[in-house]
């Protein structure tokens, strides 16, 4: 199996695309991408609304943000890979009319069904065991990833501050896995944890229900870290 070190990953990867980054995940993962140095395309149901959020990000960051362009999802749908960051309820059927598009492509899965009840959130579980798992079932050929599920989307809009976490991984291609690794791995200050295969998305999915409530309570923004592991370097795990 051919690993790609995180600088690889920039040039296997001319683009990402973003669907769905008109909203809070999807500008935040898009600005945060393309201040990278990834090539990234803003999409959205409509080009205009794409242009404007693309325009917004531009006149904040500058430069940060020079790889940041804006699309509609179909273009957006026929990069390398691929990132649903549409809402979690518009999520799957999204996907099922991209799914001819995203055949063969990574794609990455990153929202998480929740619901608020009172002062907490709840996980909103789809039959097919988690939100990730139904997207791949919305896409059967593409190769899906879980991750991000518990960076909050302001984290990633922040540009001007560092992000802090690890992020949990998991798919059933290998090769797709190690590559979201390595994206992950080219972001600092975060570390990408392989979790195997889709199957574990469910875990992943419903403690961020605890993570926000935990949040909400606390008036905070944490995050995932795990302990024991400071020595941990992303190679180690493949």
Known sequence: MKVFTGVACHALLVQIGV?????????????????LGYEVLAGSRALERSESAVLALQEKWGNKVKTLFPV????AANC??????????????TTILYSSALAGRTVIAMA????????????????????????QA????????AAFQHIPASTFAALDKK?????????????????????????????GFDAG??????????????????????????????LGLEGYLPEANR
Do not use: Y
């Open 112 to 135: 998480n069904g929740l619901e608020k009840v009172g002062q907490e959130f709840r996980p909103v579980i789809p039959p097919e065991g988690s939100l990730s798992a139904a997207i």
């Open 72 to 75: 509609d999802n179909d273009s």
């Open 197 to 226: 295969s889709l199957v574990n998305a469910v875990g992943i999915e419903t403690f961020a229900a605890d993570l926000l409530s935990i949040n909400l309570r606390h008036k905070g923004k944490g995050t995932l870290r795990f």
């Open 163 to 191: 992000m802090e976490g690890d992020v949990v991984v998991c798919g059933d291609d290998d090769d797709a896995r190690n590559v979201v690794l390595d994206l992950v791995a080219s972001m600092p200050d975060l570390r």
């Open 138 to 145: 919305a896409a059967p050929e593409a190769k899906v990833v």
């Open 19 to 35: 669907l769905g980054a008109t909203g809070p995940a999807g500008r935040g993962i898009a600005a945060r991408l393309a201040s």
């Open 80 to 93: 390398e890979m691929v990132i649903v960051a549409t809402n979690w309820e518009a999520a799957v059927d």
